[in-house]
């Protein structure tokens, strides 16, 4: 199924061999990943579960996407899909029929929703695409809210019943596909954790690796070429939900879209609508320790680290509320010049990444030099 999985990825490669090796190489990079995240502990994380959950869910939705792309040349929307799937759901009768359960205090596991293909769909059936949370209280919300909820879970037990088909179409391991969706939390976790080891925003914990004067003067040194200070920057932000529409924006903008009328179509809120719009940010002040600065907004940080490392082009940033696109128009740098004093904590905070690479680096490195082979040559086997 990796086709599904890396559509529009790798289409600049010349020919099919050289795309399926890029695939293979991704995938095997990926599995290394995957390797490093449980000795990285991700497996003890609370929210492993949670993590995996959502990852499942968008499994489900790329290779039903996919599917009824084929099926339907792209024009179909969810109000023809349920009827041309057989799913057949009437909302005021499914309403009256939890407003008198609730009533009577019966149990709702048992509480007929919808019919698929002829056959009843009963709430308990519907477990497998909710969260835990979520199965327990939609049917105490109001009944709007209810409503909104239930078309949403029934459009994910679609996407599941979809998927099912294509996974068994194409003789896809189970197993296979579990593993696939642990690599792509692995992935989200380390760039978590690790700040993703070299760029943008990093852990609070950076200022607890310690460093000697020696170390700070030689990196100062290595680095007073481009340590000129950000005084301003004119910049642009939108937050979307996820790496498809990351990547719709994305190549939009290549072609010239304007920001802020794609933000009003994909920011995952309103107020990032607000955001897509240039404004002016104002740079670090040197008299500042480091503590002072981290208490800057968030997306100032993240902005100003951009126009340090001289970001010329939008680029995409997994941060906390979903993945960042900014644009940078016009940064002003101070010319004066640069002393120790002035910008240790940039040269600290530089000398801690590395530090910090030093260690997540080989480990992917290790990993993936140990089962690329053995990864690679199943794969290619397949793909031959």
Request: hydrophobic fraction near 40%.
């Amino acid at each position: 199924m990796k086709n599904i999985y890396y559509q529009g990825q790798f289409e600049e490669e010349e020919t099919l061999a050289k795309r399926n090796q890029a695939i293979v190489d991704d995938m095997a990079t990926v599995e290394g990943i995957g390797a490093l995240a449980k000795k990285k502990g991700i497996l003890d994380d609370p929210s492993y579960p949670e993590y995996m959950f959502r990852q499942e869910r968008s499994r489900h939705a790329k290779a039903a996407i996919w599917f009824w792309q084929q099926k339907y040349k792209e024009k179909f929307n969810w109000q023809m899909l349920f009827s041309a799937e057989k799913l057949s759901y009437d909302e005021k009768s499914f309403a009256r029929s939890v407003a008198e359960a609730i009533r009577s205090a019966k149990p709702i596991e048992d509480l007929y929703v919808a019919s698929f293909e002829g056959k009843p769909i009963v709430y308990k059936n519907l477990r497998s695409v909710m969260s835990v949370s979520d199965y327990a209280q939609l049917p105490a919300l109001n009944e709007a809210a209810m409503l909104s909820g239930m078309r949403d879970v029934l459009k994910a037990w679609l996407e599941k019943q979809i998927h099912d088909r294509v996974a068994w179409s194409m003789s896809a391991d189970e197993a296979e596909l579990r593993r696939f969706d642990h690599n792509r939390v692995s992935t989200l976790y380390l760039k978590v954790r690790y700040g993703k080891a070299g760029k943008g925003i990093y852990p609070g914990s950076m200022d607890k690796i310690p460093l000697t004067a020696t170390e700070i003067y030689d990196h100062y040194h290595k680095l007073q070429n481009t340590l000129a200070d950000v005084l301003w920057v004119r910049a642009a932000y939108t937050v979307v939900a996820d790496d498809n529409r990351a990547e719709e924006v994305m190549e939009k903008l290549e072609k010239g879209a304007n920001l802020a009328e794609l933000a009003a179509k994909y920011a995952s809120e309103p107020k990032f609508i607000k955001t897509a719009s240039p404004m002016k940010i104002m740079g670090y002040d040197r008299r500042q320790g480091v503590d002072a600065r981290e208490k800057r907004e968030y997306y100032d940080r993240l902005i100003i680290d951009m126009a340090a490392r001289d970001v010329a082009k939008p680029e995409p940033y997994l941060g906390k509320d979903g993945v960042v696109i900014v644009k940078i128009y016009e940064v002003s740098r101070s010319l004066e010049k640069v002393k120790l004093q002035d910008v240790s904590w940039k040269v600290e905070n530089d000398l801690r990444t590395k530090m910090l690479n030093s260690i997540y680096e080989p480990d992917i490195k290790d990993a993936r030099d140990k089962l690329r082979f053995r990864f690679n040559q199943r794969l290619i086997d397949r793909l031959n």
